[in-house]
């Protein structure tokens, strides 16, 4: 009943849940923990963050393949989506619900999450991830259906990003305020990168992907 439920009020906004491919942005900014009444400075989080406008370019990609893409969340900053039919700003809808939300997460092709908690439903359903965690030490590295890219760590002192040995190195820096005290600046994903990891979840789900001769020797070292 709750399934059909959530199909009746997807249809009655013009979106036929049934019949479409879909996945669903987990991303994080700060407007929820802002929301609480008790307000708390959330510097040290800072690094995990998204901009909302970064997805934009991965989700017209999707659009283009005939796979939609539903923004999740409860309270969100900034709007998704413009003028594509394809692009759900969902957060920001009329028929969102804490029910609504778990039906997708459980129906959904693949999430692509940020460090948010939202995600949960969908992890625990095995949803297979593009996992944006800003924190590279929180990765969910057990999940093997999973592409990761972190953000990029950059080594005032190197002047360049670090490299994956480098950072296993390092001290466990959990929050902004570590990485001020190494000289370390965390570097958002480029656009194009978000976009090209997606794509490639897609293509290894959907059985398209072939690992180049250089993918698999950068994977031996």
């Known amino acids: 009943e709750q399934h059909e439920s959530c199909v009746k009020i997807l249809s009655k906004n013009n979106i036929e849940i049934d019949k479409i491919k879909f996945v669903c ?3 994080r900014d700060n407007a929820y923990l802002n929301s609480f009444k008790h307000k708390k400075n959330l510097y040290y989080r800072s690094h995990q963050n998204y901009n909302i406008k970064k997805f934009n370019l991965m989700a017209d990609e999707l659009s283009k393949k005939d796979i939609y893409t ?7 900053e900034g709007t998704f989506g413009g003028q594509n039919a394809k692009i759900i700003d969902y957060a920001n809808s009329n028929f969102r619900s804490e029910l609504m939300d778990i039906f997708l997460a459980i129906n959904c092709m693949f999430g692509i999450v940020c460090g948010t908690g939202s995600s949960g439903i969908a992890q625990l359903y095995k949803k297979p991830f593009l996992d944006l965690n800003g924190n590279i030490y929180q990765l969910h590295t057990a999940d093997k259906n ?6 990029h760590y950059f ?13 296993m190195q390092l001290d ?17 994903c480029k656009d194009e990168e978000i976009k090209d990891a997606c794509l490639e979840l897609l293509d290894r789900l959907q059985g398209n992907w072939k690992d180049t001769a250089e993918d698999i ?4 070292i």
């Open 155 to 167: 080594s005032e002192e190197k002047k360049r990003n670090l490299n994956l040995r480098e950072l």
């Open 25 to 27: 942005l987990f991303n």
């Open 172 to 188: 466990h820096l959990t929050n902004q305020l570590e990485l001020n005290n190494t000289n370390i600046q965390i570097v958002d």
């Open 70 to 76: 539903f923004r999740m969340g409860s309270k969100v």
């Open 146 to 151: 999973n592409i990761l890219l972190s953000k």
């Open 217 to 220: 020797n950068l994977q031996k």
